[in-house]
């Protein structure tokens, strides 16, 4: 099974600011990687896929990059309702392991 | 406007038995791959199973081989998740997915989720 790691475990933000999220798989997963936003109250919800790929409809200011085994996700410039956690998903081996998420505070 | 609604959701003993059901509308449900994924109080996100658009193909993680069984009723647009042997450790909520192949599955729309709490 491939470990999915991200980092940092909480981030603190003013609405405004530049926010980058880190997701790092064990193995190599090419750029199989998918990134969900989960709201307070709210399902999850997918924003980016293949590593890249944004979701029609997502805000522009999201933005994923990265291949093999690190990857990041960028918000270029908060806003409130962007609070929440965010997951990335490897999905290159069955079954499609999930990071232990980035909470995103706003401060 | 696609929609998954799931339901069953309950409190069980360990041991027990326990069927999830997801309706879902607002996209043609057979052409899609749907399954399941669960997230345990404090825990993070976890495939559970998943289902070929006709059926003939499941997954599952390993931690419920043996024990849950997906199935899907395309006829009336509905997915299943059979639950046997419930464990402590199944307690979770459990998310209907609507999911999409690229070299691996995602989920491309999330359920609202249904609570399963396993305790004595």
């Known amino acids: 099974e491939i470990a999915m790691t991200q980092s940092p475990a909480t981030l603190s933000v003013s609405p405004g600011e530049r926010v980058t999220l880190s997701c790092r798989a064990s193995?190599?997963?090419?750029?199989?990687l998918a990134w969900y936003q989960h709201k307070p109250g709210q399902p999850p919800r997918l924003l980016i896929h293949?590593?890249?790929t944004r979701v029609i409809g997502m805000p522009a200011r999201f933005s994923g990059s990265g291949s093999g085994t690190e990857f990041t996700l960028t918000i270029s410039s908060l806003q409130s309702e962007d609070l929440g956690f965010y997951y990335c998903q490897q999905y290159n081996i069955w079954p499609g392991t999930f990071g232990q998420g980035t909470k995103v505070e706003i401060k | 406007e696609v929609q998954l609604v799931e339901s069953g959701g309950d409190l069980v003993q360990p041991g027990g038995s326990l069927r999830l059901s997801c309706a879902a509308s607002g996209f043609t449900f057979s052409t899609c791959w749907m399954g399941w994924v669960r997230q345990a109080p404090g825990k993070g996100l976890e495939w559970v199973a998943n289902?070929?658009?006709?059926?003939?193909?499941?997954n599952y993680v390993d931690s419920v081989k043996g024990r849950f069984t997906i199935s899907r009723d395309n006829a009336n647009n509905a997915l299943y998740l059979q639950m046997n042997s419930l464990r402590a450790d199944d307690t979770a909520v459990y998310y209907c997915?609507?999911?999409?192949?690229?070299?691996?599955?995602?989920?491309?729309?999330w359920g609202q989720g249904t609570l399963v709490t396993v305790s004595s």
């Open positions: 193995q190599s997963i090419s750029n199989n």
């Open positions: 997915a609507r999911a999409l192949w690229n070299n691996g599955w995602f989920v491309h729309f």
């Open positions: 293949g590593a890249s």
């Open positions: 289902i070929k658009q006709d059926g003939s193909d499941k």
